[in-house]
């Protein structure tokens, strides 16, 4: 797509997926998980700063979640509700008006999706969105289940790919979500291609 094209504007919206403690340091950790972190934060201020919708998800799930090893799930436990693996991981600075999205919350029924059993698609219908750019944790998994729902509810997608890593539990997993995203109809840019002006380009290393 024409890079001007990928210029954050009304209509559009940044959704982050579950950046928390325990899928980047705790029990369920992604590799290089924090590496997502700067870009999301730079993509966060940017959109905040031109009066854009911000949405978090969050895994925040009760003790004992279906997806639990203990229940019979393929995950240790992890994002348990209130507790600090659940909470945002340090440095994940999001503007004072983020739409705060809980996801999982009911013991027998899981979610991979941002979308699923949550507000998130009125919330950002309700906001004039038509246009999401997604970043997260993880690829192969939430990401992968938010972008596939936010293109069959018909939001145009814009995948953030220097914000996402994939846990690959299967050799190969990440790259596989990564075709599947693009099959349904993402698009795939970096936070760094969202806009071309001085006062908005991202810090150099």
Not at 33 to 43: I, K, M, S, W
Not at 147 to 166: N, P, Q, S
Request: one cysteine or more; aromatic letters at 6%.
């Amino acid at each position: 797509m024409p890079m001007g094209e990928l210029e954050p504007r009304a209509g559009d919206a940044l959704v982050i997926v579950d950046v928390q403690n325990d899928f980047v340091t705790g029990s369920l950790a992604v590799p290089d998980g924090r590496v997502v972190v700067g870009p999301l934060v730079h993509a966060a201020a940017l959109f905040a700063g031109r009066g854009l919708p911000v949405a978090a998800t969050r895994d925040w799930h009760p003790a004992d979640h279906v997806s639990f090893r203990e229940q019979g799930g393929p995950w240790p436990p992890h994002c348990v509700a209130g507790t600090a693996g659940a909470d945002y991981v340090s440095g994940l600075d999001l503007p004072a008006d983020t739409l705060h999205i809980r996801k999982a919350t009911a013991s027998g029924l899981d979610a991979y999706s941002g979308f699923e059993g949550t507000t998130l698609a009125d919330d950002l219908r309700a906001r004039g969105v038509t246009r999401v750019f997604v970043g997260g944790l993880a690829t192969d998994y939430c990401v992968l289940n938010t972008v596939i729902d936010a293109v069959r509810l018909g939001f145009d997608v814009v995948v953030l790919a220097d914000a996402i890593r994939a846990v690959n539990v299967g050799e190969g997993d990440g790259a596989r979500a990564e075709a599947a995203m693009r099959e349904a109809g993402a698009r795939f840019a970096d936070v760094s291609d969202l806009t071309h002006t001085a006062a908005d380009a991202p810090p150099g290393p």
